[in-house]
């Protein structure tokens, strides 16, 4: 008998791949024996039963330790409350480890920013309505007005707010009240602003970027010009967090394409659109369903 499974077509992601009673546990810690035991035994105890488990070391000798995983609970939805209740006093707590349980059904909220570049904000916004990313697009944010009736035809509230070097932090604060509390994400879909520090830390959820180069070749603005001019073989993306330092966050995901001299910039920017829409893609999914876990200046990707 062949087993196949098809991309959901339509509906909520997650529902096709999981149950509803489905629920995921993500802990960090400083790493020691016996971690997997009490968090298995935590589980069982609840009536849980693990159907994935992935973890990682840093390293035995007061490294960090990692573990993703994903367990059957009936009823899941009611019993969270009391599950991280008692994780944060039986587990956590004894541990000093941070951790987040959640439902692989539910949906993260994701906040897109964009600017003038559509390839990678029409691909999400795509890619959500087939039901292939488990998010739900709140917002559109942009500093132009290209994209207004692309998003709208999508049925995704666009928001311009302008931003100009002396109104940042004007732009940044309206930008600030529009997301509180309305969102889980921030994706930067080629967003051609840098956000300041006091937004990055006010906005008090993560921030994923695609930088349209294989970081840390050719940081900042330009790269694919600047890749021309240097020769090379091989042209990339890059997904990451964004932090205060530009292009230099946790690196998410990446992939490359080759390159001859015979391409130009034109056709450096024209291939490596199709790998930021992929890199992309791939980052964000994975985000939602809590396989990246966030290890000083690098990640874990349990994907
Ligand atoms: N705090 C952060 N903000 C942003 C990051 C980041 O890593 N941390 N990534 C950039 C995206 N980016 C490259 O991927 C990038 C965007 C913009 C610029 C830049 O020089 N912008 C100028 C204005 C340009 C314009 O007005 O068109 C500026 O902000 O002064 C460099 C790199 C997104 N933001």
Known sequence: MTLTTEAPRSGRAGEAEHGKDIGRLVVSCVDGPGIVSRVSTFLLR???????SDQYSTGPAGGRFFQRVEFHLPELEARLPELERGFATEVAGPLGATFRFRAASALTRVAVFVS????????LLWRTRRGELPMTIVQVVSNHTDLADDVASFGVPFAHIPVTRDTKPEAEQRQLELLAGQADLVVLARYMQILSGEFLDRVGIPVINIHHSFLPAFMGAGPYQRAKERGVKLIGATAHYATEDLDEGPIIEQDVARVSHQANVAEFTRRGADIERV???RAVRWHCEDR???DGRTTIVFS
């Open 292 to 294: 990246v876990l966030v």
């Open 46 to 52: 609840h009536g849980a039963n693990i159907v994935q």
């Open 116 to 123: 003038r570049y559509d390839h990678c904000l029409l691909d």
């Open 279 to 281: 890199v992309l893609a």
